[in-house]
């Protein structure tokens, strides 16, 4: 058992694993269904542990949101999109979370603009260059939008970046997880959409993670 994992999930086409900065008590995991490239000693290759059939981006994101599933044992988790390359080390990174003993979630605030509803209006008017989403996926996103109204989901509640989630195992982050899940299940694979829903219904506090700490490079397939 580690107490601290780093962890990431490649799914549906061929990616590279980035080189991070090795730290003693840190275990980094790649979940995948064969899609790595390139192997190197410091990622652990795992078999996924849920497969949706015809759908990668969706399996990468039960990984990716059911921590306490994939990783039941460790302390502490965090989560890399194949996008993000952190700019500080690991240790350091817990060591300023558990400074913060009330929170479970450490994650970026978006940089651009508070709103799930503007956020859902960027990813549908910029699908066709940047997200490549089904018709089907479109369909989702507007019915999670229907759905937030009647539940009189405030506009400007907030939005983070999904990208790294830095995350304590406990029966709260469970719990959140697995509304969050439900969310990304029924509505759209676009988890980012329902982040600050949950955190809204569950009125669960987060942590916001510096931005500067972490470096976007380009995005894998399933991101």
Known sequence: ????????????????????EKEDGVKYICFTDGSVESKTDQWEIKDLILNIEDDPRRTARYHKLMSHEVLPENKYSIWFDGSMIPRVRILDLIKWFEKDNSNE????????WNCVWKEAETIKNLNRQYFDLSDEEIIRINEALVKYNKQKFPREFGLHETGVLLRKNTKKT?????????????????????????????KNKITDLNRDWFKQVNHRHYA
């Open 1 to 20: 058992m580690s107490d601290i994992i780093v962890y990431t999930c490649i799914t549906g086409a061929k990616n590279f694993l980035p080189e991070y």
């Open 105 to 112: 979630y450490a994650v970026r605030p978006h940089p651009g």
């Open 174 to 202: 469970k719990s959140f997880n697995e509304k969050w899940w439900k969310e990304v299940s029924d509505f759209s694979v676009r988890d980012q959409m329902s982040f600050d829903y949950v955190r809204w219904k569950t």
